[in-house]
DNA sequence: CCCAGTTAGTAAACCGGTTTACAGAGCCAA
DNA sequence: TTGGCTCTGTAAACCGGTTTACTAACTGGG
């Protein structure tokens, strides 16, 4: 392939020359620039991408860390923030960690390397420590969605706390009392705000927090079903379900047909997300939408801010609307309160 | 940060030898090696990747696009790929097209350009030869699960026909006479394919196949939705279904369910693909499995062959399984042969 | 004792750009 | 005519590795 070195000789000028006209920072006369364009459509010249890294340390590429691409909402997230990137001519890399701490830390390794300038994380299992101090090692990192303890980078996340509350009050309103939580790992942070959101709602209606009524510690679909399988069996069931992501719902609605429950008419669900997925099921989920475009552009704002070495907001929190579909309804007379 | 030059000196060598001891390409006396070490140590010293890249002409990343990292089918094969690709030591760049040409292309030109060493190509929108074109102008691409006409590269598919021929043939097999297809747009390869399973099953079954219950053009949901409404309401409906592909078979039940047709009762459904997705809806599908891991795997290592400068392969086909689960029952008895 | 072969390295070129510091030519004003 | 300014560039250093081609020192055998 040409190099720099082949369109200035073909042009006879120096390769400064050529570069410099390329990158914009020299005004030529009309006839040198002509010159320098004919001899890069005569070689057909691209610059080497390489070298220009090499040269510049920057590599017009971010990195995004996910814990599984598989999962509708972190799909969407993706492909979010990369048009986002795109727009700003950045490409990203995608890394699917499967919430594996190595590939975490690997991503992370990957930006102190110089494969990307900067990168956008999401995790969502408990860190111990190890992950924030990695962090804290490097320069332009955000987090997105979910926190990190004791991490001081900016921050984007949802109002997880206030969607939780409205999902639950949304029950609450439709008359149900009896309102089950279905939660993600405890002591995750989107996890504890959801469910003080729902905790929050119930106190605000007079109602208390039944253990009973409460499964949490994983975000994992299958274990959901069997949580709510159980649950259907009780002596004293509820009549509505808040789940806090749309992949436990998915969970959710599979152990209640095997349990033989049906939705809405017997258990109401309220999900979180609001994924593509949750309108497809039968019924569709009412949910809590996060707003996922916006969150992958404010990631990657944040991001660029940080890159551009200008102050980013340290902390954005996104609004939650709820979207009414088709599984919540009045709870059934059964003679309880 | 430290570059090899600090470490040579710390060590008191020359760059030269640090640089062959980190690549194995000399053998040290212990002495020495130790030395080395320790002064990588104490310097914390890390490869500037962006400099080994220059020197080597090599990224140590692959490029893999797909049309949309949102749905399922693709964001489950982008998993299997990126797999594959960190077990030989390979990072990859998702890029999500959007089905948008220029998308495409741009892709290509990373490639020429150095961001990436290979590319795993999957488009679904048929090609006008601009396409095959401009891959035919780079060396390291290969072809993932759908064709590109007129392209000369390594390319990796799953048995189409059979998967149709054999879904068909299930449905035939459970007393089936008017089946219905779901097909994706007309002239792409897999599309075809898949129809010409479907109408071989038939032919062989010595049924026909009739224009009223081929309903081919696009692979979205929506169209799906409505094709089958309409096709509900018809004269003479049929009773089972043959989508070829997951989302199709979803905007199928969307329309079954609108036009209050039954699942499997009224209608039986199989589908193509086999995503996770399909085992989550009520009733759970029945479909053919795409061998999603097989084919990321086989698509890693056809483009890692040809970036060893090793035969690859020119066309690998990757068997699929019928996967029974709820969608399919015998037809209603209602007086028709 | 001398030569060949091995051991343990090294100097310098190279990858292909970007950037800094500088300079000749031409022109204008004093 | 001379000093200064603008215009149009350039030479060379630099980014941080890898690789080629070469050599000094040592070892062992004849």
Redesign the pocket.
């Known amino acids: ?1 040409a ?3 082949d369109v200035a000789l073909a042009a ?6 050529v ?2 006209y ?2 914009n ?5 009309a006839a ?1 620039s002509a010159r320098i364009d004919a001899a890069i459509a005569k070689h057909d ?1 691209r ?2 991408l ?3 890294r ?4 920057k590599t017009d590429a971010i990195g995004l860390v996910v814990p599984e691409i598989r999962e509708p909402f972190f799909a969407e997230l993706a492909s979010a923030v990369e048009d986002e990137a795109d727009r700003h001519g950045y490409t990203i890399f995608i890394s699917s960690t499967r919430s594996d701490r190595g590939r975490e830390i690997a991503s992370l390794n990957r930006l102190r390397d110089h494969h990307v300038d900067g990168l956008i994380m999401l995790t969502n299992t408990p860190d111990d420590g190890s992950l924030a101090a990695e962090i804290g090692k490097r320069r332009n990192v955000v987090l997105l969605d979910e926190d990190i303890p004791g991490v001081k980078v900016p921050r984007v996340f949802v109002e997880n706390t206030e969607g939780a509350r409205r999902a639950t009050q949304h029950l609450i309103a439709r008359g149900h009392r009896a309102i089950a939580f279905l939660g993600g790992p405890l002591g995750l942070f989107t996890s504890e705000e959801r469910f003080a959101g729902y905790a929050a709602a119930l106190r605000e209606a007079g109602l208390g927090v039944e253990g009973q009524h409460l499964h949490r510690g994983s975000f994992s679909p299958d274990l959901a079903e069997q949580a709510v399988v159980a649950m259907a069996a009780a002596r004293t069931p509820p009549t509505a379900l808040f789940a806090s992501s749309d992949y436990l719902a998915i969970g959710a609605m599979r152990g209640l047909r095997r349990a033989g429950v049906a939705v809405p008419r017997d258990m109401s669900l309220v999900s979180f997300d609001d994924t593509p997925l949750g309108a497809m099921l039968t019924p569709a989920l009412t949910a809590i939408q996060q707003p996922i475009e916006a969150l992958g552009r404010h990631g990657f704002q944040a991001l660029y801010a940080l890159m551009q070495r200008k102050p980013a907001p340290k902390l954005t929190r996104l609004p939650v609307t709820l979207i009414e579909r088709e599984s919540v309804a009045s709870p059934r007379a059964r003679g309880r309160l």
Chains 1, 2 share one sequence.
Do not use: D, Q
Request: proline share 7%; charged share 15%; hydrophobic share 30%.
């Open positions: 392939m190099t720099i070195h006879g000028v120096s390769k400064t020359t570069s410099r390329l990158n920072r020299i005004e030529l006369p040198t010249y610059p080497n390489l070298a220009r090499l040269s510049t340390g």
